[in-house]
C-alpha cells in the first residue's frame, strides 16, 4: 500500500548554535532541496513551513520567506503549519494532502527554527506554550519538567529507568558522531551520563543535563511529488504510511506513560503500509528527552509496558542492531530546532534510503520509520518511508 506520494529531494543546513537568520535558514535547504531534485522552482504548485516560534523570533510571516529563494516561486500558495515539536510533520502532513486532493502535483516543504538568540529562559518559556495553560499545575511546569514527571512516575510503576535512558544518551551522542550536519560532536560515557555531577547537574529531577535535547538552530526541506512523477528524478522514496494521532491536551486526562498516541499512531502506520515492526531497517524517534525515546520503544512494540530497558540492553537499537534508532543522533545530539525536527528526521531517512547517508549508512535500507511527537504525546506522527526501484546508490 501507499500514499501515491514521493519524496524526491532533501536539503539539510548544520544543526547548531548559528549565525545565519530565520530566513537564510530557510532559503538554504530549499535551495539545497530544489538542486538535489533538479526541479524548475516554476513547477513547484505549492510550500509549506513548519515552524512553532512561539514568540522565538519576530518573522510572523515566515511561511513566505520561502518564496525568496527564488523569483520564480512568486504567487506560488504558501502557508506556515505549527503542531509545537511536530510542526515539520504538520508541514508534510498538509503537503501530501494538497497533492492527494488534486490541488498539486509536486510541493517543498520546509521546517526551520531559530533558538538561539534567545536565553534559555525564553526559550524555556516559550516551549511551555505547547502544554496545557488552563490548569494552573499543568501551566507551571517546564517541558523538562513534565519529562521528569514521566520518569519518576515510570519509576513508582515499573522501575527506575535511569540506567537506560544513560544508555540511549550515550548511544544517540555516538551515532551523531558519524553525521556532520550534527550540533554536538561530542561522545559521552555510560559513568557520566549516569552520574549527576557539576557537569551534568540535574535539570529536572530525575533529568539530568544528558537526558535533554538542545536549543538549536536550522533548517531542512523535501521536495514531494506524486508517484506517476517520481520516475522523472534520478532519486525517489515512497511514502508508504503517513499517520496522525493528536490526542488530549490536559495531562489529567489520560495516562502519559502508557503512550497512547504514539501507540495508535505506530500500529496505524504499520497497518496502512502493510508491514510489521520486524520489517523496519531503521527509526528516527522523536527522543527530546531520552525517557521519550525510553517510552517509544515500547509505543512501537519493541518491549512490553515497563519493558523498553530490553530494547537497548539487547543490543537491538544501536547502529548494528536489529533496528537501529536514531542513527542520526536524534534530537538528543543532532538538536532539536522545533519546526525543522519533523522535515530533518524524514530529510535524512531519505538519504539513508537513497544510499545518501555517508558515514551514517545502513547498508541495504529499505524501510524507514520516522516518529515525530508534539507536546507531551499530544500530537503524533509516524511514517513508514520505503525505498524506490533504482533509487538505492
Do not use: W
Amino acid at each position: 500500500m501507499s500514499t501515491g506520494i514521493s519524496i524526491v529531494g532533501s536539503g539539510h543546513t548544520k544543526f547548531g548554535r548559528l549565525q545565519e537568520n530565520l530566513e537564510d535558514l530557510i532559503v538554504a535547504a530549499t535551495r539545497e532541496a530544489v538542486e538535489e531534485a533538479g526541479i524548475d522552482p516554476a513547477d513547484i504548485d505549492a510550500v509549506f513551513l513548519g515552524h512553532f516560534n512561539s514568540g522565538l523570533v519576530t518573522d510572523g510571516f515566515a511561511s513566505s520567506l520561502i518564496h525568496q529563494a527564488y523569483p520564480q516561486l512568486r504567487f506560488t500558495p504558501g502557508m506556515r503549519a505549527e503542531n509545537a515539536c511536530a510542526s515539520g510533520s504538520a508541514a508534510i502532513h498538509a503537503g501530501i494532502h494538497a497533492i492527494k486532493a488534486g490541488k498539486a502535483r509536486t510541493v517543498l516543504v520546509v521546517g526551520a527554527e531559530k533558538m538561539t538568540n534567545r536565553s534559555t529562559r525564553d526559550v524555556t518559556q516559550a516551549l511551555a506554550g505547547a502544554g496545557y495553560q488552563n490548569d494552573p499545575a499543568e501551566a507551571a511546569l517546564s517541558f523538562p519538567q513534565v519529562f521528569g514527571v514521566a520518569a519518576r512516575d515510570y519509576d513508582a510503576r515499573y522501575a527506575s529507568p535511569l540506567d537506560a535512558m544513560a544508555r540511549i544518551a550515550v548511544k544517540n551522542h555516538a551515532n551523531a558522531m558519524a553525521n556532520p550536519l550534527a550540533q554536538m560532536h561530542k561522545e559521552f560515557t555510560f559513568e557520566h551520563c549516569s552520574t549527576t555531577s557539576n557537569s551534568n547537574p540535574e535539570i529536572a529531577p530525575p533529568l539530568r543535563l544528558t537526558d535533554c535535547s538542545l536549543v538549536t538552530d536550522g533548517a531542512a526541506a523535501l521536495v514531494m511529488t506524486i508517484n506517476d512523477n517520481a520516475a522523472n528524478f534520478a532519486k525517489s522514496v515512497g511514502i508508504r504510511a503517513a499517520v496522525h494521532v493528536s490526542d488530549f491536551l490536559p495531562m489529567s486526562r489520560r495516562d502519559f506513560l502508557a503512550f497512547e498516541g504514539p501507540e495508535r499512531a505506530f500500529a496505524e502506520a504499520f497497518e496502512t503500509a502493510g508491514v510489521t515492526l520486524g520489517d523496519i531497517d531503521f527509526a528516527e524517534v522523536h527522543d527530546c528527552f531520552t525517557i521519550a525515546e525510553l517510552l517509544t520503544y515500547e509505543a512501537m512494540g519493541l518491549a512490553p509496558k515497563g519493558q523498553g530497558a530490553r530494547a537497548i540492553e539487547e543490543g537491538i537499537v544501536y547502529r548494528d542492531g536489529a533496528l537501529p534508532v536514531n542513527l542520526s543522533g536524534g534530537l538528543k545530539a543532532k538538536g532539536h530546532p522545533v519546526g525543522a525536527t519533523g522535515v530533518s528526521m524524514h530529510a535524512l531517512a531519505y538519504r539513508q534510503l537513497t544510499g545518501q547517508a555517508a558515514d551514517m549508512q545502513k547498508p541495504g535500507a529499505a524501510l524507514g520509520l520516522v516518529f515525530n511527537m508534539g507536546g507531551s504525546a499530544v500530537a503524533n506522527y509516524v511514517s513508514v518511508l520505503e525505498a524506490q526501484e533504482g533509487s538505492v546508490a
